[in-house]
């Protein structure tokens, strides 16, 4: 049974996401790359909730009134659930036949923990995006640049966490993409 997360660990993890996010490698060294922390490190699917939730309302704005508040928040709180754990089981399998089960649970929580750094800088470009303060080509163009430093970001994760070559880390990361988008879509259509 692991133990709950104390301040001083999750500031320690979000020290090792930041220092990853400038591809600084020693960032894997404030991870608790345990069994356990790698089970503390969904603590990160707590953090970035609330932005998550305002992310999808931006989304799906179009949808809200026609749609019942239980139907929306059982549908989409099962999906959020599903993402947070589809890669990782995906990842653990992965990482057994590559021989690099041993990296797994460092690699997870470095996943994990990263995803609040990327809804750090993700809302943001979303928020502003959504205002129409900007030309809708700057506000696309913007959306897109994060998303492409998002997503070399997780290659970077990926590819330090489980000493991976960079073609493996990107097949990675083109998988996470395709679930992520796969569990939204289905999740949409439910709405």
């Known amino acids: 049974m692991t133990m709950p997360l104390t301040t001083p660990a999750i ?23 345990t069994p356990d922390g790698a089970l503390n490190s969904f ?38 659930v599903v993402s947070w754990t589809a890669f990782p089981l995906a990842l653990f399998r992965i990482a057994s036949l590559m021989g690099k089960e041993q990296l797994y649970p460092g690699a997870l929580t470095a996943y994990n923990w990263s995803a609040v750094v990327q809804m750090m800088i993700y809302l943001p470009a979303i928020v502003l995006s959504a205002t129409g303060l900007l030309p809708s080509g700057v506000s696309e163009a913007l959306v897109f640049g994060v998303m492409m430093a998002m997503l070399t970001y997780q290659w970077f994760v990926l590819r330090t966490a489980l000493s991976l070559p960079g073609l493996a880390a990107a097949a990675l990361v083109m998988l996470d993409l395709f679930l992520s988008a796969a569990i939204s879509d289905l999740a949409d259509g439910m709405l």
Request: net charge negative.
């Open 43 to 80: 603590y990160a699917a707590l953090v970035v909730l609330p932005a998550y939730a305002l992310l999808l309302a931006i989304r799906l704005w179009d949808q809200l009134d026609g749609t019942p508040i239980l139907q929306l928040v059982t549908v989409e709180g099962i999906a959020y």
């Open 11 to 33: 500031l320690s993890a979000l020290t090792g996401a930041w220092r990853l996010a400038r591809f600084d490698r020693t960032g894997m060294e404030f991870f608790d790359r």
